[in-house]
């Protein structure tokens, strides 16, 4: 059974440019989560989906928005990037949405603002 | 790339001891954990998780220790070995009726050869 599959696997932007982050879960798995990860402050959760509906969401501005498809795939957007949003995106996977389900995740985006 | 830990504690352990790394969480409701092994490079893997009706749980040369008293979880691992050198999550579950985890920080984990 293939992993948690993202892409790009890095990614280099201008400051003001928008960007979008794709992510393909485990097959059977209806429940994607995305993360932010950087050096200062550890994987910070930024949402979650299930069944094409967001159902949890972090404190992160309007910037960052995601949607699922009815394939259960996920995208992540953020736009007008700002330095600070230099980081590795993981996405993670789970069979269900709720608490007590392993997650699963995939090797991340790292995206460079420059 | 590397973008995990520059500021991480870091535990050294020499080859073939045994390495225990910490995890204190934050929620006494909290009854899920995992723990997470991150390679450079790499998204976090799955080593192991415990349940809040257990105090100890075993896999391969991997074993979680949870003590809900003072809100601690530890993993210890038998034998480092250098593949074993990674940056160590745990996470915990809220039990708030909503899906969402919280990561602690991270301990690198470095074996010495």
């Known amino acids: 059974k293939a992993g948690v599959t993202q892409t790009p696997r890095y990614l280099i932007k201008t400051r003001g440019q928008q960007v979008t982050l794709s992510c393909s879960p485990i097959?059977?798995?209806?429940?994607v989560s995305w993360y932010q990860q950087t050096p200062g402050q550890g994987l910070q959760f930024l949402f979650e989906?299930?069944?094409?509906?967001?159902?949890n969401k972090g404190n992160f501005p309007g910037r960052f928005s995601g949607r699922q498809f009815s394939n259960s795939r996920s995208e992540m957007n953020v736009s007008t990037l700002e330095l600070g949003d230099s980081a590795l995106y993981l996405c993670?996977?789970?069979?269900?949405?709720?608490?007590?389900?392993?997650?699963?995740f995939g090797s991340g985006t790292q995206l460079s603002v420059l | 790339g590397e973008s995990v830990g520059l500021h991480l504690p870091t535990l050294s352990v020499q080859e073939g001891d045994n390495s225990i790394i910490n995890c204190a969480y934050s929620?006494?409701?909290?009854?899920?954990f995992i723990w997470y092994k991150q390679e450079s490079g790499k998204g976090p893997q799955f080593i192991i998780d415990?349940?809040?009706?257990?105090d100890k749980r075993q896999g391969q040369r991997v074993t979680v220790l949870l003590n809900k008293t003072v809100k601690h979880l530890s993993l210890q691992i038998a034998a480092t070995q250098p593949g074993d050198s990674a940056v160590y999550f745990c996470?915990?579950?809220?039990?708030?009726?909503?899906?969402?985890?919280?990561f602690g920080t991270g301990t690198r984990l470095k074996v010495l050869a």
């Open positions: 989906y299930f069944s094409e509906t967001q159902r």
């Open positions: 097959s059977g798995h209806r429940s």
């Open positions: 993670a996977s789970s069979f269900r949405d709720r608490a007590n389900e392993k997650l699963f």
């Open positions: 996470a915990e579950s809220i039990a708030s009726g909503t899906y969402k985890y919280i």
């Open positions: 929620n006494s409701a909290s009854d899920y």
């Open positions: 415990i349940r809040s009706n257990m």
